[in-house]
Nanobody, 124 residues
Framework: QVQLVESGGGLVQAGGSLRLSCAAS????????MGWFRQAPGKEREFVAA????????YSTDSVKGRFTISRDNAKNTVYLQVNSLKPEDTAVYYC?????????????????WGQGTQVTVSS
């Protein structure tokens, strides 16, 4: 069982930055692939970025490439999402997720555990 708690969201002006964190409980964090998803009002949850258990491989959706960076610190049981050059269309609740059998990382079905989310609001 893994519990995930996100933090770091907030209200920021367009062009600003935030660092989202996701703290995981449990001693097997390093064996899980991790991902970030987001859901804007009235829209479906969408993939943002993923990272392999070791951190050696990362993936992100095209709309955030060059602006968002996913990373992890297995010693701290934490995964991060650095979000830069924010745009109003990045406004959403951001969720982290953990999965033992993550392949592409892009599908929500690949993840077993989800956090409660952290709100990111970007004003224009």
């Amino acid at each position: 069982q893994v519990q995930l708690v996100e933090s770091g969201g907030g209200l920021v002006q367009a062009g600003g930055s935030l660092r989202l964190s996701c703290a995981a409980s449990g001693r097997t964090f390093s064996s899980y692939g991790m991902g970030w998803f987001r859901q804007a009002p009235g829209k479906e949850r969408e993939f943002v970025a993923a990272i392999s258990w070791s951190g050696a491989s990362t993936y992100s959706t095209d709309s955030v490439k060059g602006r968002f960076t996913i990373s992890r610190d297995n010693a701290k049981n934490t995964v991060y999402l650095q979000v830069n050059s924010l745009k109003p269309e990045d406004t959403a609740v951001y969720y982290c997720a953990a999965g033992r059998r993550v392949v592409s990382g892009r599908g929500a079905y690949e993840y077993d555990y989800w956090g409660q989310g952290t709100q990111v609001t970007v004003s224009s």
